[in-house]
């Protein structure tokens, strides 16, 4: 649809960008901090680990300053688990709830909102002992940990965000490195953790109504609009399996509190579905988010299933759709281009996510991810000329701005990331931040921090609420 005339981003739109604790914090065995998983598990010899990335942790007060400098109205973090509760329960670590509330401080004396995420990938490494999300007694220890966020912070934080991308941990929990990739069939087990996440998620949602009253909580799952590959029907029933699967069984479960039925479909055929015991059902369907936070990078395409092992391409991540026998089949789609990392670019469709999810839940909105990884190059004179990364943004925002005049009901846009961190998988020469730290892979040299050309240039976006986006 075309418009005369768009309507202008909201007054308070929370322009900000986002972070998480194990990719930008590094000091992960000090003041008492226990390990994660991520501090654990194996990752490729290739890149660097998560021990110090950006050092965000001595760093803070530096980084908030920039963040501040840039504008934003908001600065979207999450708090590593192991700092408050070592060994994911039982002893407190007063030296991590003391650096959570400097942080958090930090950040308000600036006037930015700040968003918090209670959990991002980092499960206790001593949870993970125990079976992790397999078994029951982490939802307890989960909702303990929140409890004691909310009244340690409650007072001060407005948005809570319950887990970052549920989704991708059980659909590509091997990319992300939450699991041995060479781990074979655990599909059935992987979809039972899921369901405990998702009990989890509901009974920290009805504690923050309980004990937070002004304050909001919603979840943080990667959503993207799927596309059929062609306007086959077969092709269009192939792309509602996918978006059931991917997107739809996390938030129809967060919002209306029950399984999708295609997709609980599915997990039915391939012997997936997971154990509900008595109960469970009326927690899930007890409480509901305030909104909606979302991580969008691009959209996926798939093609009908042949129901044989080619419906199942080569490995995938979080964007890079894999397929599966039976149900779906990855496709290339050819209106797209493509970051260095093979991720397609897509902002048309970001607006496409905007209006569905708009449409299925009719909740306010808030971006908590988008972005570009690519190899930045530090010029002399400290210059990072990463327009490619302006140019994606602009992009983004101006689709953003056409869904809020859609009647979308977007409250923010926070983009990946605030700050360079280590990403995922692929080290911390991907790099998606508007300052630049200055290390390599296996050289942390002076750790400096140094504004990108987006930097500049997203201050004058925030300046004047999106109008020129120039
Ligand atoms: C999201 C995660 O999947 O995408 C982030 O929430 C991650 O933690 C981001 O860093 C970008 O992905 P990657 O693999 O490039 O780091």
């Given amino acids: 649809m075309y418009y005369k005339k768009l309507k202008p981003f909201p007054k308070g739109f929370l322009w900000g960008a986002s972070t998480s604790a194990y990719q930008v914090e590094g000091a992960w065995d000090e003041d008492g901090k226990g390990p994660s998983v991520m501090d654990t598990n194996k990752h490729s010899d290739k890149t660097t680990d998560f021990k110090i990335t950006s050092d965000h942790y001595h760093h803070y007060k530096e980084d908030i300053a920039l963040l501040a400098e840039m504008g934003f109205k908001a600065y979207r ?10 060994q994911g329960t039982g002893e407190i670590n007063q030296k991590g709830i003391d650096f959570y509330n400097d942080l958090i401080n930090e950040v308000i004396k600036y006037n930015m909102e700040p968003i ?34 909310f009244e340690s912070y409650g007072d001060r934080i407005k948005y809570w965000l319950t887990i970052n991308e549920q989704n991708m941990m059980i659909l590509h929990g091997s990319a992300i490195g939450i699991f041995d990739a060479n781990a074979k069939d655990i599909e059935k087990e992987l979809y039972q953790q899921n369901h405990h996440m998702l009990l989890a998620q509901a009974q920290v949602m009805k504690l923050c109504h ?8 919603g979840p943080a799952p990667n959503i993207s609009a799927i596309y059929p590959a062609t306007s086959k029907p077969e092709d269009v029933l192939a792309a509602n399996n996918w978006t059931s699967i ?38 899930l369907s007890g409480t509901k988010p305030d909104f909606i936070a979302f991580n969008y990078y ?9 129901n044989d092992a080619s419906d199942r391409g080569g490995t995938g991540d979080q964007q890079i759709v894999v397929g599966e026998i039976g149900v779906y089949r990855g496709a290339t789609n050819p209106n797209l281009g493509q970051t260095a990392f093979g991720w397609g670019i897509d902002p048309v469709g970001f607006r496409n996510t905007l209006r569905e999810l708009n449409d299925r839940y009719n909740l306010p909105l808030l971006l908590t991810e988008n972005g570009l990884g690519a190899y930045d190059k530090l010029e ?16 983004h925002i101006e689709q953003a701005q056409l869904a809020i005049t859609d009647g979308v009901k977007l ?16 080290g911390c020469s991907k790099r998606y931040g508007f300052i630049y730290v200055n290390r390599e892979e296996f050289d942390l040299k002076d750790l400096r921090r140094i504004k990108k050309n987006s930097f500049y240039w997203y201050k004058k976006i925030i300046a004047n609420n999106g109008e020129d986006l120039s």
Avoid at 77 to 86: D, N
Avoid at 380 to 390: L, S
Wanted: hydrophobic letters at 40%; charged letters at 20%.
């Fill in 77 to 86: 973090f999450s708090i590593a688990w192991t700092r408050i509760f070592p």
């Fill in 298 to 306: 691009n959209t996926g395409t798939v093609a009908a299933s042949k």
């Fill in 246 to 283: 991917r997107n739809w069984l996390y938030l129809d479960m967060a919002v209306f509190g029950r399984y999708n039925s295609v997709a609980w479909s599915y997990l039915e055929e391939k012997g997936y579905a997971p154990i509900i015991q008595a109960g469970d059902m009326e927690i």
């Fill in 411 to 426: 409250i923010g846009y926070c983009p990946w990331s605030a700050i360079d961190l280590v990403s995922t998988h692929s």
């Fill in 116 to 149: 918090v995420t209670v959990y991002h990938f980092d499960l206790p490494y001593a949870l993970h002992e125990k079976g992790g999300w397999s078994n029951r007694a982490t939802i307890d220890a989960f909702v303990q940990y929140v409890e004691l966020l």
């Fill in 380 to 395: 002399e004179g400290d210059v990072v000329n990463d327009d490619y990364r302006i140019d994606f943004l602009r992009k």
């Fill in 210 to 217: 309980e004990m937070c009253p002004d304050a909001k909580i």
